[in-house]
């Protein structure tokens, strides 16, 4: 191709593009209706926004403790949950004093003991996230976040 043709065919390509984005990306529904539903998605979504904050207010209680007392045969977090930050961010930042392999299960995971006797359960990663396993829903080793993913998405629903 000739310096002139490609010039030209940039050009056709360059007003295709903004006709494009101003006629077709650029059309948003602007409608009181579809506002107020964004304003109603932010205000549930900063609802559901956890703080990891390291204080507790239980000054004579552990978090493992706090957790301890909202398991009940309905639910294993209550809905309003303020010291949930702080139980995860101990869960991320505690020592481990003791490991051991997991025993229940196909799986392969480790149980782990953290500072204050709390036991958590890890899984190692064994796929990227992207890779997708083939045959039978069942087929292939568990997905090492499977469990935090239901977690979170429990709490949206």
Do not use: C
Not at 24 to 32: E, F, Q
Not at 76 to 102: R, S, W
Request: hydrophobic share 45%; charged share 25%; net charge positive.
């Amino acid at each position: 191709m000739k310096l002139k043709q490609r010039v030209v065919l940039l050009a056709i390509l360059l007003v295709i593009f903004i006709f494009t984005k101003v006629f077709l990306i650029d059309n948003l529904d602007t409608s009181a209706a579809n506002r107020e539903d964004q304003r109603a998605f932010h205000r549930m979504m900063a609802g559901l926004r956890v703080e990891l904050v390291s204080k507790l207010d239980h000054t004579l209680q552990s978090p493992w403790e706090i957790a301890a007392q909202w398991v009940v045969p309905r639910e294993v977090y209550p809905e309003e949950t303020p010291e949930l930050g702080a139980i995860m961010h101990a869960m991320a930042t505690k020592k481990i004093i003791k490991a051991d392999v997991g025993y229940k299960g196909t799986q392969l995971k480790a149980l782990l003991i953290l500072e204050g006797g709390q036991k958590v359960v890890f899984k190692p990663k064994r796929y990227n996230r992207d890779y997708v396993v083939e045959g039978e829903p069942y087929a292939g080793y568990d997905r090492h976040n499977a469990e935090v993913a239901a977690f979170h998405l429990d709490r949206y629903v």
